[in-house]
């Protein structure tokens, strides 16, 4: 009898968001045999599919070692993964308008994908924003489409419904969806992979303008327009969620979830709450927390709370609430290689993730093999089931949980221990039908590292089951999860708990010893062989075909007089945004008036909320005593510190608009014609190649005895400033590579001054003096192994007030890393 009144409770719940969609307008698939979604899940050649899906970055990781990535995650039970499209790094130069399509390059995208889905079976999700935040360069706008933003608009610009940024939204949506088109999983025979979804906008929430709605649609035309066919979907924009209209009904949202280390409870509570407000569609968490980004000054990410057990919860805790779909950001962490980081960030972008930025693994790759593992047996029973959070008596407030019951009868109980620092025994008695109600206000974890307060759908009835209750006997640790499978028909005692306890990754007894550097070779940039350009007058950056984030130089030659000499005691620099500029006049450093402090954060401390004034001078220098009658020679190396992806230095272009000398420090009296180099000259000359003869650059001895620290802000070495931008050159050789064990390598530096640096002539990133980051990722597939064979690395440092010098350095396997392979 029982059985039966469960049943057709199930069957009432079934039919619940049909009842509810009454009023909107119908989801429309244009190929449902292939693909199609409903309340409950996605449909995929005819089989209902748990979405499982890793967020793996093909821009952050170096070609070849996809296929060591893509291995790790299949290994780990995704069927899908997930990339962000960003449209600055395929389209890197200006195009001469909105027709012209040449400047466009999807090549390694669509490698990356046929790797994906022919190799590795994978389903693919793509989101090309055009914002994708990510901590990426300009959230991924081009930085040369600050030139097209009207002079009088108000406000920001960016993700705005004025037209002409739509238009140019619209020229990168129309050339990515034809590029891409032909991988859908619609054009693919049945059986074979392709994409399954693509993301129109992204946390559209989060920003303040009007007219939303007009942006959205003209994205979801693009799509349409150039041949996508699949479901459209977006996370966090309330104009689509439970849309009426035409358009915008067709594109369902999604959540994403970043919470506090014993907030998982939440993920149920907002999952349920999703549903409710879209009941004609799956639940989806696009952005399920993997880890978090380090900020250059800041900690590095694996200090952050997202251990494994976090991991496990909030994914358990978002299945609790009846999610099919989970997409872990990220899953694969990174590298910022090239500077592609966003203004402030970090070169690493380890993130935490359960792969790290090396490709090693440890225990949340665990819980992620382990939740993989569940899935996978229970998909066909998880899919279709109904329940949710509820109340459980006879136990402590910190454990909480909640039942599913699938069609067939399968009972899940979910169980969570939110106390970090105290395990839980006992009887726990669940009782279905009787909501647990969220006990406090909800969150979410901005970019900023806020909480946001997430309003949640009050209306949380309709998706609590209603039966006898449920007591079973449970023990968690601090912060665990677990879930008892209970089969139909069955009491608790016949349940069996999941995820099971998966086998320790076999580490090697022994790893390599540390290769410390003994010497290094230096050199100053040798300014004189740079590529010099005259500049009639002062343009961006971005005029001059420079969207990247390289060191460039600029040169002025001034006849003065007397007079002159005497009372133009400033050097003024207007900029585009607020970068840093360096300075030497006739071969002498300058004093630094503005700012004070010329590191990767200053930005945020000068106004980065308004927009630099025609008249505001950001880089301010006194040079008084260094300027001579007659012929003298300024020179300045411009420093790019990246393009933010956020706040107005957004839509800003860079590069110097106007500099000079002056007889105050507020006002320009005697601009200067310049000259410039694109490229300093240690780049155009050859330097950084691995075979360049460095037979007359100076030896300097390192000290081979200090510790070098991991980690740490400020403990660079603190030394003088003697010149503009200085050149090393490291060489070593490492022992050729066992075959049965797997070993990542890295450089742990202790050095001031910023700049780049390059790995057998591959740039692995910046090198920032302030820190946390002491330790660089040495991606194997650029390393030489073997006695014989020479690796070499070159720093190009633009010089602080600390200086450019390497104190110590040394070449080490990462510790905790390595492993045995079968």
Same mark, same amino acid.
């Given at each position: 009898?029982?059985?039966?009144?469960?049943?057709?409770?199930?069957?009432?719940?079934?039919?619940?968001?049909?009842?509810?969609?009454?009023?909107?307008?119908?989801?429309?698939?244009?190929?449902?045999?292939?693909?199609?979604?409903?309340?409950?899940?996605?449909?995929?050649?005819?089989?209902?599919?748990?979405?499982?899906?890793?967020?793996?970055?093909?821009?952050?990781?170096?070609?070849?070692?996809?296929?060591?990535?893509?291995?790790?995650?299949?290994?780990?039970?995704?069927?899908?993964?997930?990339?962000?499209?960003?449209?600055?790094?395929?389209?890197?130069?200006?195009?001469?308008?909105?027709?012209?399509?040449?400047?466009?390059?999807?090549?390694?995208?669509?490698?990356?994908?046929?790797?994906?889905?022919?190799?590795?079976?994978?389903?693919?999700?793509?989101?090309?924003?055009?914002?994708?935040?990510?901590?990426?360069?300009?959230?991924?706008?081009?930085?040369?489409?600050?030139?097209?933003?009207?002079?009088?608009?108000?406000?920001?610009?960016?993700?705005?419904?004025?037209?002409?940024?739509?238009?140019?939204?619209?020229?990168?949506?129309?050339?990515?969806?034809?590029?891409?088109?032909?991988?859908?999983?619609?054009?693919?025979?049945?059986?074979?992979?392709?994409?399954?979804?693509?993301?129109?906008?992204?946390?559209?929430?989060?920003?303040?303008?009007?007219?939303?709605?007009?942006?959205?649609?003209?994205?979801?035309?693009?799509?349409?327009?150039?041949?996508?066919?699949?479901?459209?979907?977006?996370?966090?924009?309330?104009?689509?969620?439970?849309?009426?209209?035409?358009?915008?009904?067709?594109?369902?949202?999604?959540?994403?979830?970043?919470?506090?280390?014993?907030?998982?409870?939440?993920?149920?509570?907002?999952?349920?709450?999703?549903?409710?407000?879209?009941?004609?569609?799956?639940?989806?968490?696009?952005?399920?927390?993997?880890?978090?980004?380090?900020?250059?000054?800041?900690?590095?990410?694996?200090?952050?709370?997202?251990?494994?057990?976090?991991?496990?919860?909030?994914?358990?805790?978002?299945?609790?609430?009846?999610?099919?779909?989970?997409?872990?950001?990220?899953?694969?962490?990174?590298?910022?290689?090239?500077?592609?980081?966003?203004?402030?960030?970090?070169?690493?972008?380890?993130?935490?993730?359960?792969?790290?930025?090396?490709?090693?693994?440890?225990?949340?790759?665990?819980?992620?093999?382990?939740?993989?593992?569940?899935?996978?047996?229970?998909?066909?029973?998880?899919?279709?089931?109904?329940?949710?959070?509820?109340?459980?008596?006879?136990?402590?407030?910190?454990?909480?949980?909640?039942?599913?019951?699938?069609?067939?009868?399968?009972?899940?109980?979910?169980?969570?221990?939110?106390?970090?620092?105290?395990?839980?025994?006992?009887?726990?008695?669940?009782?279905?039908?009787?909501?647990?109600?969220?006990?406090?206000?909800?969150?979410?974890?901005?970019?900023?590292?806020?909480?946001?307060?997430?309003?949640?759908?009050?209306?949380?009835?309709?998706?609590?089951?209603?039966?006898?209750?449920?007591?079973?006997?449970?023990?968690?640790?601090?912060?665990?999860?677990?879930?008892?499978?209970?089969?139909?028909?069955?009491?608790?005692?016949?349940?069996?708990?999941?995820?099971?306890?998966?086998?320790?990754?076999?580490?090697?007894?022994?790893?390599?010893?540390?290769?410390?550097?003994?010497?290094?070779?230096?050199?100053?940039?040798?300014?004189?062989?740079?590529?010099?350009?005259?500049?009639?007058?002062?343009?961006?950056?971005?005029?001059?075909?420079?969207?990247?984030?390289?060191?460039?130089?600029?040169?002025?030659?001034?006849?003065?007089?007397?007079?002159?000499?005497?009372?133009?005691?400033?050097?003024?620099?207007?900029?585009?945004?607020?970068?840093?500029?360096?300075?030497?006049?006739?071969?002498?450093?300058?004093?630094?008036?503005?700012?004070?402090?010329?590191?990767?954060?200053?930005?945020?401390?000068?106004?980065?909320?308004?927009?630099?004034?025609?008249?505001?001078?950001?880089?301010?220098?006194?040079?008084?005593?260094?300027?001579?009658?007659?012929?003298?020679?300024?020179?300045?190396?411009?420093?790019?510190?990246?393009?933010?992806?956020?706040?107005?230095?957004?839509?800003?272009?860079?590069?110097?608009?106007?500099?000079?000398?002056?007889?105050?420090?507020? @006002?320009?009296?005697?601009?200067? /014609?310049?000259?410039?180099?694109? &490229? $300093? +000259?240690? *780049?155009?000359?050859?330097?950084?190649?691995?075979?360049?003869?460095?037979?007359?650059?100076?030896?300097?001895?390192?000290?081979?005895?200090?510790?070098?620290?991991?980690?740490?802000?400020?403990?660079?070495?603190?030394?003088?400033?003697?010149?503009?931008?200085?050149?090393?050159?490291?060489?070593?050789?490492?022992?050729?590579?066992?075959?049965?064990?797997?070993?990542?390598?890295?450089?742990?530096?202790?050095?001031?001054?910023?700049?780049?640096?390059?790995?057998?002539?591959?740039?692995?990133?910046?090198?920032?003096?302030?820190?946390?980051?002491?330790?660089?990722?040495?991606?194997?597939?650029?390393?030489?192994?073997?006695?014989?064979?020479?690796?070499?690395?070159?720093?190009?440092?633009?010089?602080?007030?600390?200086? @450019?010098?390497?104190?110590?350095? /040394?070449?080490?396997?990462?510790? &905790? $890393? +390595?492993? *045995?392979?079968?």
């Amino acid at each position: 009898m029982m059985r039966k009144n469960i049943w057709f409770l199930l069957c009432l719940f079934c039919c619940f968001p049909l009842l509810a969609a009454g009023g909107t307008v119908k989801k429309e698939f244009q190929h449902p045999e292939r693909i199609r979604y409903d309340g409950a899940c996605m449909t995929l050649d005819g089989q209902d599919v748990f979405i499982y899906s890793a967020a793996f970055h093909y821009f952050r990781c170096p070609e070849e070692l996809w296929r060591d990535r893509f291995q790790k995650i299949k290994e780990a039970g995704f069927n899908t993964v997930e990339t962000y499209v960003p449209w600055n790094w395929h389209e890197r130069e200006m195009p001469s308008d909105l027709s012209d399509t040449t400047k466009f390059d999807f090549s390694d995208l669509k490698r990356w994908l046929k790797m994906a889905q022919e190799e590795f079976g994978f389903y693919t999700i793509v989101r090309p924003g055009p914002f994708i935040c990510a901590e990426f360069s300009g959230g991924a706008y081009p930085r040369w489409l600050a030139k097209f933003r009207p002079q009088n608009y108000p406000g920001f610009w960016l993700r705005s419904a004025d037209p002409v940024h739509v238009r140019w939204c619209v020229h990168w949506f129309d050339a990515v969806c034809r590029a891409l088109a032909g991988e859908q999983l619609t054009r693919k025979p049945k059986g074979e992979k392709g994409i399954i979804l693509i993301q129109i906008e992204n946390e559209y929430n989060a920003h303040g303008c009007e007219n939303k709605s007009y942006f959205l649609k003209e994205l979801y035309r693009s799509v349409r327009r150039n041949g996508f066919d699949i479901p459209v979907f977006t996370c966090l924009t309330g104009e689509c969620r439970g849309s009426n209209d035409q358009e915008l009904s067709q594109v369902f949202d999604c959540d994403n979830y970043y919470v506090g280390q014993s907030d998982a409870p939440s993920c149920a509570h907002r999952m349920v709450s999703l549903k409710g407000s879209q009941p004609d569609a799956p639940g989806f968490v696009t952005e399920l927390q993997g880890g978090w980004f380090s900020l250059v000054t800041g900690t590095l990410s694996e200090e952050h709370y997202s251990d494994a057990r976090h991991f496990k919860a909030i994914g358990l805790m978002s299945i609790l609430g009846g999610c099919t779909g989970i997409n872990y950001y990220m899953f694969a962490g990174g590298t910022h290689f090239a500077g592609w980081g966003a203004r402030g960030m970090t070169t690493s972008y380890d993130y935490n993730a359960a792969i790290h930025e090396n490709g090693a693994v440890g225990e949340k790759y665990l819980a992620a093999k382990g939740i993989g593992e569940f899935i996978r047996k229970y998909e066909h029973e998880l899919t279709r089931s109904a329940g949710g959070p509820c109340e459980i008596e006879g136990v402590p407030k910190s454990v909480f949980g909640g039942v599913r019951v699938a069609q067939d009868g399968t009972q899940f109980v979910f169980l969570h221990n939110t106390d970090a620092g105290k395990s839980s025994k006992g009887s726990a008695t669940l009782l279905p039908g009787k909501i647990k109600l969220p006990q406090e206000a909800m969150y979410n974890i901005d970019q900023n590292g806020n909480k946001v307060l997430m309003q949640v759908n009050a209306n949380l009835h309709g998706d609590s089951l209603i039966m006898e209750p449920i007591t079973v006997n449970y023990e968690l640790g601090p912060l665990d999860t677990k879930v008892l499978v209970i089969p139909a028909g069955k009491k608790a005692k016949a349940g069996t708990w999941w995820p099971e306890k998966q086998p320790d990754i076999k580490r090697p007894s022994r790893l390599p010893q540390p290769i410390r550097i003994t010497s290094v070779k230096r050199k100053e940039d040798a300014v004189e062989q740079a590529k010099w350009i005259l500049l009639p007058r002062l343009v961006s950056l971005s005029d001059l075909q420079v969207n990247d984030f390289r060191y460039s130089l600029y040169r002025a030659k001034v006849h003065l007089n007397r007079q002159q000499v005497e009372h133009e005691r400033y050097l003024l620099f207007n900029m585009f945004t607020r970068d840093i500029v360096s300075v030497q006049v006739n071969g002498k450093n300058v004093t630094r008036l503005f700012p004070d402090k010329a590191d990767a954060q200053t930005w945020t401390t000068r106004n980065c909320f308004e927009r630099i004034r025609p008249d505001e001078y950001d880089n301010r220098f006194d040079v008084s005593g260094t300027l001579r009658e007659g012929e003298n020679e300024i020179l300045v190396v411009y420093e790019n510190l990246g393009h933010a992806h956020g706040y107005v230095p957004m839509e800003e272009l860079s590069g110097i608009r106007e500099a000079g000398l002056s007889v105050s420090e507020t @006002a320009l009296s005697h601009p200067l /014609e310049w000259e410039y180099a694109a &490229d $300093a +000259a240690g *780049v155009t000359e050859g330097w950084i190649l691995p075979q360049f003869e460095d037979k007359d650059w100076k030896v300097i001895p390192l000290d081979p005895k200090v510790e070098i620290l991991r980690k740490g802000n400020g403990i660079q070495p603190k030394a003088t400033q003697d010149g503009l931008l200085t050149w090393y050159r490291i060489e070593f050789t490492l022992p050729r590579q066992d075959p049965s064990v797997w070993i990542p390598w890295m450089m742990r530096i202790n050095a001031s001054g910023n700049g780049f640096m390059w790995l057998n002539g591959h740039n692995i990133g910046r090198h920032w003096e302030a820190g946390p980051q002491r330790e660089f990722y040495l991606p194997e597939c650029w390393l030489n192994f073997g006695e014989d064979q020479k690796n070499v690395l070159v720093l190009g440092l633009r010089q602080t007030a600390n200086g @450019a010098v390497i104190k110590a350095a /040394e070449i080490a396997p990462y510790p &905790d $890393a +390595a492993e *045995v392979r079968k």
